[in-house]
């Protein structure tokens, strides 16, 4: 299931030997296709029968829907984690055969403010009939913030477009405007597209030199109807991949109406661009990749031949034990130089507060001694002035 080519060796192209199977990838797209379709046809006889007795079939047309298209997932499970925290931000990965190809596809929009500068471009002569045809709603920041409060009305508003795309100046703000409604299925979060006019100088990006545009000065802060157009298209023919904490990740690679050719191209594209790009130690730290429909098990067309990425992950017959104890021991030690830590710091303080008191019983001696003294030369000179007045009364007589 991992095999390893003279020929990768030979070639020197990649760091890893390792490879993806096309054939092994052809006969699971084959195969899950196959099951895919069987069971729509299933589906499909049983909800004739029910409507034979049930005249009323107003949810059996969604249903028809979901099951005659449904998404293909594939699934890759490494070794160790692949992030340490949620990436709420997709990334983009350019895919041969896209899947949002449908003429019916519902885009909703959401631009930086003000929105009437991208209403402009996307209504332009030169913006792509085609395109502009399937973008339902192109809303501001602000207006989002202000309609879409509640949880119902953001319910609605996912439930009435296929694709979210957003402007990569206000992505990582639509987490919170947005709520867990949307973010916590990752097939409907908003996909980054560019739509602000860069400037380049000499081929090198610059950053704008007046970065307070007014309200109404919207042709310097979107882009060309053109370059919005592309911009949209290629975020179209990508799928988006949205990474969470742990060793499974998941992407659309396509749908059931695509040709197992079709589907074995992009399966090769969407692995090998996830593990070039998001998998650390790349193939060496795969354990296993599988494809899926929603209602199929997973068909595997890659597994790992170790369970591991390098031999220090890997315990042996009784070291076990020898683990545990020394984690207790490490705990152990810990604690022991908490309380260290601890009997030094009352110890400090003891210190300070003997050194105040004896600070303070100084000032109080040297106080009273002060006093003393001061009593002792006021009687002194009371007894100076009483003998100088007997000898005046002397010398007088």
């Known amino acids: 299931m991992a095999p390893i080519t003279s020929d990768s060796k030979a070639a020197g192209s990649t760091p890893s030997p390792y490879q993806i199977d096309v054939d092994q990838t052809?006969?699971?797209s084959t195969a899950l296709l196959q099951h895919v379709q069987q069971e729509a046809k299933r589906l499909k006889d049983l909800s004739a029968k029910k409507s034979l007795l049930d005249n009323d079939d107003g949810d059996s047309d969604s249903e028809e829907q979901l099951a005659e298209d449904p998404p293909i997932w594939l699934t890759l499970t490494t070794k160790k984690h692949i992030v340490d925290k949620n990436r709420l931000k997709p990334g983009k990965i350019p895919v041969p055969h896209s899947i949002n190809n449908s003429p019916s596809l519902s885009i909703c929009l959401i631009t930086a403010d003000p929105q009437r500068a991208v209403k402009d471009v996307v209504a332009d002569p030169t913006f792509p009939a085609s395109l502009s045809a399937r973008i339902g709603k192109v809303i501001g920041y602000s207006k989002l913030k202000a309609k879409y409060h509640s949880f119902e009305s953001r319910r609605q508003l996912l439930a009435e477009h296929d694709v979210f795309l957003a402007d990569d100046r206000i992505i990582t703000r639509l987490v919170d405007t947005l709520g867990k409604i949307f973010y916590k299925d990752s097939a409907k979060r908003p996909i980054p597209i560019r739509i602000a006019q860069l400037e380049k100088i000499d081929g090198k990006?610059?950053?704008?030199?007046?970065k307070n545009l007014r309200a109404g000065d919207q042709s310097a802060t979107v882009a060309s109807p053109p370059i919005v157009a592309k911009e949209i298209q290629s975020a179209l023919n990508a799928v988006p991949v949205s990474l969470r904490p742990g060793t499974n990740a998941a992407v659309r690679v396509g749908r059931a109406s695509f040709t197992p050719t079709q589907l074995s191209e992009n399966i090769t594209t969407v692995a090998s661009a996830m593990i070039d790009r998001y998998v650390a130690r790349g193939w060496r730290n795969v354990k296993g990749i599988h494809i899926k429909s929603p209602n199929s098990a997973a068909l595997p067309i890659w597994l790992a031949d170790d369970l591991w990425v390098a031999d220090d992950d890997v315990v042996k017959d009784g070291e076990e034990v020898e683990l545990r104890k020394k984690k207790e021991a490490e705990v152990a030690a810990k604690r022991e130089n908490r309380k260290k830590?601890?009997?030094e710091r009352e110890e400090g303080r003891l210190r300070v507060d003997q050194h105040q008191q004896q600070h303070q019983s100084k000032?109080?001696?040297?106080?009273?001694?002060?006093?003393?003294?001061?009593r002792g030369l006021d009687v002194a000179r009371k007894a100076k002035l009483a003998r100088q007045k007997a000898r005046v009364l002397e010398a007088s007589v």
Request: hydrophobic share 30%; charged share 45%; net charge positive.
């Open 26 to 28: 052809l006969k699971a």
């Open 205 to 210: 990006r610059v950053k704008p030199a007046n």
């Open 341 to 343: 830590r601890k009997a």
């Open 363 to 374: 000032k109080q001696k040297s106080k009273d001694t002060q006093e003393m003294e001061a």
